[in-house]
Every structure is written in C-alpha cells, then in structure tokens.
T-cell receptor
Framework: GAVVSQHPSRVICKSGTSVKIECRSL??????MFWYRQFPKQSLMLMAT?????????EQGVEKDKFLINHASLTLSTLTVTSAHPEDSSFYICSARLRGGLGEQFFGPGTRLTVL | QQPVQSPQAVILREGEDAVINCSSS?????VHWYRQKHGEAPVFLMI?????EQKGHEKISASFNEKKQQSSLYLTASQLSYSGTYFC?????????????FGTGTRLQVTL
C-alpha cells in the first residue's frame, strides 16, 4: 500500500517551454501533497504544499507564477514549470501524506528535468 | 533552518552497526526517517512522535529526545541493502500545518 506514481520520470525540453509533472496516489487518498526539488548530492527542499481544492502554499523564495500547482482531486496533483530555463534543471519529487495517518509522507519516484 | 545530521558519511562492513544523528535548533513535534538510493525517491522508514518513544523496524530502530530536539537512527547488523543516503525530516507542527524540513543527509555505504 501507499504507492505514489509520478509522470514523466524524465523530461528534456528547450528553454522557454513549459513542462507538466503529474503526481498520483494510487491506493490511498491524499488531502495534502508536497513538491520538492533536489539538486545532486543535496537534501530535499520543499517547494510547496498542495491541498486538495485550495491554493497551494509556497515556501519562501519559490516563485508561484513559475511553478504552478494544481491539486484537482484527492489522488492527483500537478506541477507545471512555466518558461523553463537551464537553472530549473533538477530532480523534482512529489509526496503524498496519508490521510488519517500520523503524518508520514510517501514519495513518488521523481522526475528528472533537463532544460537545454 | 535545516536539521544537521552526523556523520555526513560512513562506510561499514556488512554486519557492523551504525548510528545516525539528527539535530534541530527548533522544538519539534515529530521526526521522520527516510532512506534514498541513488536516483530514486526516498523510502519511508519510520516516524517518531513527541514523547521520546523508541521505535523499531526490523534491525533499524530510532529514538527521539524532544527536550534536546534530537533524534538518532540505529542500524544493527547492517546489510548491503542498507546502503543509501539517510535523511531525517523534522516537523514542528501537527495536522494541516504539518510539513517536513529535511536534514543534511548521511551517506551510508555497506561493503562486504
């Protein structure tokens, strides 16, 4: 149980284009999902908290107009990187918090974004 | 502020034990432990809530000292599969305000 999928697993795009990443909780409902980015050999940095049916809460320094988050249902959240630039290249990971649990988060497999 | 983990890296022979520490500068409600293998997502190991209760998961256990704002992860009789980077995630809140701040990470390598 507690499986989270993420799609795509890898994407290469040209500078200036937008990329959408999907995060789904497959066998449980998640009222809250989180989006992280991780640079090589570094820790996970929280970008935003996504609550079903409401606006996402962004961490300080994260541009909400650049990283658009939509949490349309209890099992799906999407992150859209708009007008991507090479500095946006990173490993993006989503997680879903188990509804009714103690707060544990389960992570998707991640998306490797490379912006040329 | 990001929790600090120690050591930064450790190399073990199979069967040896290790302790990974996580220290926060702020009061905590809970501490979560995850293991991440290269190129993969973090895998949830365990969660410790305020109260200092020690928890166990096979040969991996952890403790949480809320007064010292510290948690330790204990790996006993390590196996090759234990290799990876361990992160603690600390949470200062509960309920809908809950969110994790991940520590600096500890790279663990288990060799034959």
């Amino acid at each position: 149980g507690a499986v989270v999928s993420q799609h795509p697993s890898r994407v290469i795009c040209k500078s200036g284009t937008s990329v959408k990443i999907e995060c789904r909780s497959l066998d449980f409902q998640a009222t809250t999902m989180f989006w992280y980015r991780q640079f090589p050999k570094q820790s996970l940095m929280l970008m935003a908290t996504s609550n079903e049916g409401s606006k996402a809460t962004y961490e300080q320094g994260v541009e909400k107009d650049k990283f658009l988050i939509n949490h349309a249902s209890l099992t799906l959240s999407t992150l859209t990187v708009t007008s991507a630039h090479p500095e946006d290249s990173s490993f993006y990971i989503c997680s879903a918090r188990l509804r009714g649990g103690l707060g544990e988060q389960f992570f998707g497999p991640g998306t490797r974004l490379t912006v040329l | 502020q990001q929790p600090v983990q120690s050591p930064q890296a450790v190399i073990l022979r199979e069967g040896e034990d290790a302790v990974i520490n996580c220290s926060s500068s702020k009061a905590l409600y809970s501490v979560h432990w995850y293991r991440q293998k290269h190129g993969e997502a973090p895998v949830f190991l365990m969660i410790l809530l305020k109260g200092g209760e020690q928890k166990g998961h096979e040969k991996i256990s952890a403790s949480f000292n809320e007064k010292k704002q510290q948690s330790s992860l204990y790996l006993t009789a390590s196996q090759l599969s234990y290799s990876g980077t361990y992160f603690c995630g600390t949470d200062r809140n509960t309920g809908t305000a809950s969110k994790l701040t991940f520590g600096t990470g500890t790279r663990l390598q288990v060799t034959l």
